[in-house]
């Protein structure tokens, strides 16, 4: 297994322009969660789906943030429009359920984003 | 709120010498905490758990309620150590939320 996938690994992009971050969960997991890294903030929760649905997206910035899971194997995070403090990097993460969940979430490698 | 707190952004030691990495959390129910931990050009992964009560490449850390802190150690630190590490706290029984500190970067000086 590849492990979770993301892409892009790398996205520059200018100001107002959208952006859409792609994933693609470890098959059989049904939680997948999106988060962001920056120096000053950390490992930042964004939305997490659990079965395709939308849990929790208290995270999510602000209406400019969206995301999707149209299927078992698929999502997206889109910024629309973007802006320079949207720079980061973003991680896609995969779990599945369990009464015995140790805790466990397999990241992907990231999607560097950089708004200039 | 349920916050997990991290004051060390950098931390440097030399090679041989006693590591310790800070967390501290807020949380009103029962605490469940791990440590994740990404190498350079590695994906963050787990490196323990609380409930497991064990040591991972040599790292330990151990659960004080009173004063609420998680913090991870290790007797002798090894330059393979040195990497981005991250606390994190299980917020909601029964589902999988983990919030995350805001990391420190280890770097162990040969």
């Known amino acids: 297994d590849a492990g979770v996938i993301q892409s892009p690994r790398h996205e520059v992009t200018e100001m107002g322009q959208e952006v859409t971050l792609r994933c693609k969960p470890i098959?059989?997991?049904?939680?997948l969660f999106w988060y962001r890294q920056t120096m000053m903030r950390g490992l930042e929760l964004l939305i997490y789906?659990?079965?395709?649905?939308?849990?929790?997206d208290s995270g999510m910035p602000e209406d400019r943030f969206s995301a999707k899971m149209p299927n078992a194997s698929f999502s997206t995070l889109k910024i629309q429009p973007s802006e320079p403090r949207d720079s980061a990097v973003y991680f896609c993460?995969?779990?599945?359920?369990?009464?015995?969940?140790?805790?466990?979430?397999?990241f992907g490698e990231g999607s560097r984003l950089t708004v200039l | 709120a349920q916050r997990v707190t991290q004051p060390e952004k950098l931390l440097s030691v030399f090679k041989g010498a006693p590591v310790e990495l800070k967390c501290n959390y807020s949380?009103?129910?029962?605490?469940?905490l791990f440590w994740y931990v990404q190498y350079s050009r590695q994906r963050l992964q787990l490196l323990l758990r609380?409930?497991s009560r064990e040591s991972i490449k040599g790292f330990t850390a151990d659960l004080n309620k009173g004063e609420t802190s998680f913090h991870l150690k290790k007797p002798f630190a090894q330059e393979e150590d040195s990497a981005m590490y991250y606390c994190?706290?299980?917020?909601?029984?029964?589902?999988?939320?983990?919030?995350f500190g805001q990391g420190t970067r280890l770097t162990i000086n040969p």
């Open positions: 098959s059989g997991h049904d939680y």
């Open positions: 993460a995969s779990s599945n359920s369990g009464s015995n969940w140790a805790g466990e979430l397999f």
């Open positions: 609380h409930i």
């Open positions: 994190a706290l299980r917020i909601s029984q029964g589902a999988q939320k983990l919030v």
């Open positions: 789906f659990n079965n395709n649905v939308p849990i929790d």
């Open positions: 949380y009103s129910g029962s605490p469940e």
